[in-house]
């Protein structure tokens, strides 16, 4: 079973920038689909972005051209750089690791999941 372990969230206000990380034990870092979801409160979890082992990317439109998923297979690391964030922003973002091939937009299709890095995006 992987680890996956969420930072850098924070508070922040509107039209700041942060980026967060997601360190991933094990060897096989590079094999996998790696998301980031969030979960504002009374809402569903919902993917954001994903990158797979040949580095396509998938964002949701609510985030296009602000975010930006990337990964470092050398350090078992994904990242999300979020800029020109906004309130509705606000959510625990979580990452999430899926073990088969390719991007999929459903909570299902991850297996394994980090804690949550909480963000909080002031007007």
């Known amino acids: 079973q992987v680890e996956l372990v969420e930072s850098g969230g924070g508070l922040v206000q509107t039209g700041d920038s942060l980026r967060l990380s997601c360190a991933a034990s094990?060897?096989?870092?590079?094999?996998?689909?790696m998301g980031w979801f969030r979960q504002a409160p009374g809402k569903e979890r919902e993917l954001v972005a994903a990158?797979?082992?040949?580095?396509?990317?998938y964002y949701a439109d609510s985030v296009k051209g602000r975010f930006t998923i990337s990964r470092d297979n050398a350090k078992n690391t994904a990242y999300l750089q979020m800029n020109s964030l906004k309130p509705e922003d606000t959510a625990v973002y979580y990452c999430?690791?899926?073990?088969?091939?390719?991007?999929?937009?459903?909570?299902?299709?991850?297996?394994?999941w980090g804690q949550g890095t909480q963000v909080v995006v002031s007007s």
């Open positions: 990158i797979d082992s040949g580095l396509s990317t």
């Open positions: 094990g060897r096989t870092f590079s094999w996998y689909t």
């Open positions: 999430a690791r899926r073990s088969r091939g390719g991007i999929r937009l459903s909570v299902n299709e991850y297996d394994s």
